[in-house]
């Protein structure tokens, strides 16, 4: 079993910034990437960034350029460094990670419970 744990989400003005971290403990082999996820109300959830153990990095269009996505291997700890936030980037923020139990076993995805980010004046 891999548990996730977020923390770093709150009320901020627009324009400021915020970092969230996700840090992975329990059994742990291999994590092969990790993902950032929100959910604002009423809408669906949507991918806001991923990156891979091997470095490979996407955002979603609208947070391009604002948000910056970073994982410490070390930690098992995945960042999303929010800057210029926004009205619209108000959700609730989850973490995934995708872990392998073994070289040979399928990838598993593993849920945090969520933080909330709320930009407002």
């Known amino acids: 079993q891999v548990q996730l744990v977020e923390s770093g989400g709150g009320l901020v003005q627009p324009g400021g910034s915020l970092r969230l971290s996700c840090t992975a403990s329990?059994?742990?082999?291999?994590?092969?990437?990790m993902k950032w996820y929100r959910q604002a109300p009423e809408k669906q959830r949507e991918l806001v960034a991923f990156?891979?153990?091997?470095?490979?990095?996407t955002y979603l269009d609208s947070v391009e350029g604002r948000f910056t996505v970073s994982m410490d291997s070390a930690k098992n700890t995945v960042y999303l460094q929010m800057d210029g936030l926004k009205p619209d980037d108000t959700a609730d923020y989850y973490c995934?990670?995708?872990?392998?139990?073994?070289?040979?076993?399928?990838?598993?995805?593993?849920w945090g419970q969520g933080t909330q980010v709320t930009v407002s004046s």
């Open positions: 995934s990670a995708d872990h392998r139990a073994s070289a040979r076993s399928v990838v598993i995805t593993y």
């Open positions: 990156i891979s153990a091997s470095g490979t990095i």
């Open positions: 329990g059994r742990i082999f291999a994590i092969d990437a």
